[in-house]
């Protein structure tokens, strides 16, 4: 049993979470909370455990010790399975490559995770229609993956993780191989995406000037929440490591 339970108003929290990987330490004590429709930017140099950290909260990968928990339930108690349905459920993916399915057209791959979790065919095709437009991706409804630029090929993936609604978009890296231009569209439009529709989003980037575009940033460095990095533009708040 927990100590201490988490805040009603976060819907992620953790608690002095460490995990390794095949003996090499990733995450060595991390205690944070996310608040429900909060943006929240997780930067770091490489190798500070970012990652670790998003699929440690995603439910992705199991903690060594400590604990996870996700609308006040635990997710650190959780079976496997038990934590391969949060992941369908609840949460949306977006990594540095879209991932997408070659064969499909881009509504189709939007339109996909829909169709999996049973939506009707006209449902969820009029969805993907709405989010292709909404990330200013209309136009590529009907191309297939090799046919797309690789930005628009990554807001299409955006928009495969946000057209279901999840409760927490957790974003890892998601414009590393884009040019600056291209990296601040998608970041702006999956941030003002999120935000429009009250998702909570978890940004993980090593590039601390891409966090503008969160509400909060915290800092990692060699497995744990690092002094807060100095004030960013736009007028996003500073952080408050771990709160
Ligand atoms: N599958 C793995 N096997 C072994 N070690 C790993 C594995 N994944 C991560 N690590 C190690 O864990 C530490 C944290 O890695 P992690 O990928 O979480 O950091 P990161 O901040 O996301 O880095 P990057 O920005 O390069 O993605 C690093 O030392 C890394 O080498």
Excluded at 33 to 59: D, M, Y
Excluded at 85 to 102: D, I, K, Q, T, Y
Excluded at 132 to 146: I, K, S, Y
Aim: proline letters at 8%; one cysteine or more; hydrophobic letters at 40%.
């Amino acid at each position: 049993m927990s100590a201490a339970a988490p805040p009603d108003n976060d819907v992620l929290w953790a608690r002095g979470v460490v995990k390794s990987h095949h003996g090499t330490p990733a995450l060595r004590g991390v205690s944070l909370g996310v608040r429900e429709g909060e943006v929240l930017a997780v930067t770091g140099p490489r190798g500070s455990g970012k990652s670790t950290l998003l699929a440690c909260l995603s439910a992705l990968l199991p903690v060594d010790e400590g604990e996870v928990w996700f609308n006040s339930s635990p997710v650190h108690t959780l079976s496997r399975a038990g934590r391969e349905r949060l992941r369908r459920e609840r949460f949306g993916f977006v990594g540095s490559e879209p991932h997408l399915v070659p064969e499909l057209t881009a509504r189709e791959n939007v339109a996909l995770p829909l169709l999996l979790a049973g939506a009707g065919h006209k449902a969820a095709y009029t969805a993907a229609t709405e989010w292709l437009e909404r990330l200013d991706v209309g136009d590529c409804a009907r191309l297939r993956p090799a046919e797309l630029q690789q930005s628009h090929r990554q807001r299409i993936a955006v928009a495969r993780a946000l057209a279901p609604m999840p409760t927490v978009v957790f974003a890892d890296d998601p414009t590393a191989p884009l040019h600056r231009e291209a990296q601040d569209q998608v970041l702006r439009i999956l941030a003002s995406a999120a935000r429009s529709h009250r998702l909570t989003l978890v940004l993980a980037t090593h590039d601390p000037d891409l966090a503008r575009f969160a509400d909060r940033t915290v800092a990692l460095a060699d497995g744990r929440l690092a002094t807060p990095p100095p004030p960013v533009l736009n007028g996003a708040k500073t952080v408050t490591a771990g709160r």
